[in-house]
């Protein structure tokens, strides 16, 4: 197949205002779909993702405040690797990426990368509209940053730090 | 990271009825997710994702009917490659697993493997939900094999042969 790319690395040219042709290298690590699930049941679909589909939990995240006592769930949201693929499974209660549509098939991509600010100015210049400005501490990991953009097909997709820095001292 | 896994081999155990363990080994490649966009615009679609995202296209479908001279466009689906992580982008008019929530942010997954039937019983044993019978014809590529479930999640996943194989003798 002569479709060979250079895993993680990708670059985008943008022209600005002008006619000047400005070159943004941003690299992105990995696309991950995210799935919302309800709030008591991220536990359930991980194992359930297990048993279907062999998936391997690689990344978990619990929530900052709650304790093992309480009667909402410690987990907020897990990675799950299916073969080559990461998706995410998230309490949709806690996501604010979660969109209107709720759990099952509404989607948001989270695209990993370490520019989140030049990614979101590549991707706006392209046509993608920002939601809200980059903020902390939201998304799949706690404490990882985060743009918003809505596509102009109706897709989500979060820019998001790579999950192996933010969770980086998580609980496995 | 003490995530790393085996890409692409994942094993999947189910108990089956009278407390026997029946374990069947299904290898799944990779899962793609699928967006869907409205019929004229997949083309215009995978530019955007190039401009916005550095994507780089790896496969396409066309219409085994359509000639370029016609009104709807040859191109009904094509596959982009984002880092390290496929997106299949789909006309939703041509495309059987399309969910009613039409175009955007609704999802299906793609979940390839070579073996189909085992699969598709595996996860049926874990609480899926199979809908209808393995078809040939249909999903991202012409010619591939193709098993629809739901999840108890409300999430739809194709099992399907995988891209290499399917899409051998599609035109780049």
Redesign the interface.
């Given at each position: 197949?002569?479709?060979e790319?250079n895993?993680?690395?990708?670059?985008?040219?943008?022209e600005v205002n002008g006619g000047d042709v400005e070159k943004t290298v941003?690299?992105?690590?990995?696309?991950?779909?995210k799935?919302f699930?309800e709030a008591s049941?991220v536990a359930e679909?991980v194992a359930?993702?297990?048993?279907?589909?062999?998936?391997?939990e690689?990344?978990r995240v619990n929530h900052p405040k709650r304790k093992a006592d309480q009667e909402l769930p410690v987990l907020v949201s897990a990675e799950v690797?299916?073969?080559?693929?990461s998706?995410i499974v998230s309490d949709v209660s806690e996501d604010s990426s979660a969109?209107e549509?709720g759990?099952?098939?509404?989607?948001?991509?989270c695209?990993?990368t370490e520019d989140i600010e030049a990614?979101v100015e590549?991707?706006v210049?392209?046509?993608?509209v920002a939601d809200g400005e980059i903020t902390e501490g939201e998304g799949a990991c706690y404490g990882g940053r985060v743009g918003k953009l809505k596509?102009?097909?109706?897709?989500?997709?979060t820019i998001c730090t790579p999950t192996?820095k933010k969770c980086?001292d998580v609980e496995?």
């Open positions: 197949m002569a479709t790319v895993d993680g690395v990708a670059a985008a040219v943008s941003v690299t992105f690590t990995a696309v991950k779909p799935v699930v049941k679909a359930f993702y297990k048993g279907a589909f062999g998936a391997e690689v990344n690797k299916i073969g080559s693929s998706v969109t549509k759990v099952g098939s509404g989607l948001v991509f695209l990993e990614a590549t991707a210049k392209a046509g993608a596509d102009p097909y109706g897709v989500v997709w192996e980086g496995a």
